[in-house]
């Protein structure tokens, strides 16, 4: 796949968000999402290091939500299927 190619695929599926708008809002866009991403890890670490359980009640509630969206899938697959 040529860079040409790419570069047209790459415009039709991400392209609307930001398209014909000044690079300054780009600018602004990517700084405020890596600030956010940032505090976010941050936040993270900073809670997994202060005690032991944290992790756990993390990896406890990844598993409920991931659980219910993986129900919530199978019952509109079944329900399409009807």
Do not use: D, Q
Not at 28 to 46: P, R
Not at 64 to 69: D, E, L
């Amino acid at each position: 796949m040529g860079v040409k190619e790419t570069v047209k695929e790459m415009e039709e599926k991400t392209g609307s968000a930001l398209a014909s708008k000044p690079i300054w809002v780009f600018w602004l866009v990517y700084t405020g999402i890596s600030g956010i991403l940032f505090g976010i890890f941050y936040a993270v670490s900073a809670l997994l290091v202060v005690r032991w359980w944290v992790p756990v009640l993390v990896i406890l509630v990844i598993g409920v939500v991931w659980g219910s969206f993986a129900f919530t899938r199978s019952t509109r697959r079944e329900e399409a299927g009807k």
